[in-house]
């Protein structure tokens, strides 16, 4: 499922017109973004939970010419699947 995907399948359940439920899909990921922006996890329950994790420098290669070089410390999003999620995608498998 893609963004527009999901702002369709918003639009029928609900019954909202198109630019509204973009409006709400944009506001809840502009929302997701702006707290792992800021350091905070974001976690819905059942579903998912992200976090930012941070990855100290460290000596890397170049793989073109096999060159040292230092890479900078970075933060990343990192994500981590609920249980129930594990659980119903599991069972989806079995059928």
Known sequence: MNKAELVEAL????????VKAEQVV???FDQMADALARGDRV???????FHVKKYRA????NPKTGEAIQVEPKKLPFFKCGKELKERVD???AL
Do not use: Q
């Open 11 to 18: 639009r029928k359940e609900t019954g909202l017109s198109r």
């Open 26 to 28: 944009e506001l809840f």
């Open 43 to 49: 976690e819905i329950r059942g579903l998912c939970a």
């Open 58 to 61: 460290y000596i890397g290669r």
């Open 91 to 93: 069972y989806s498998d």
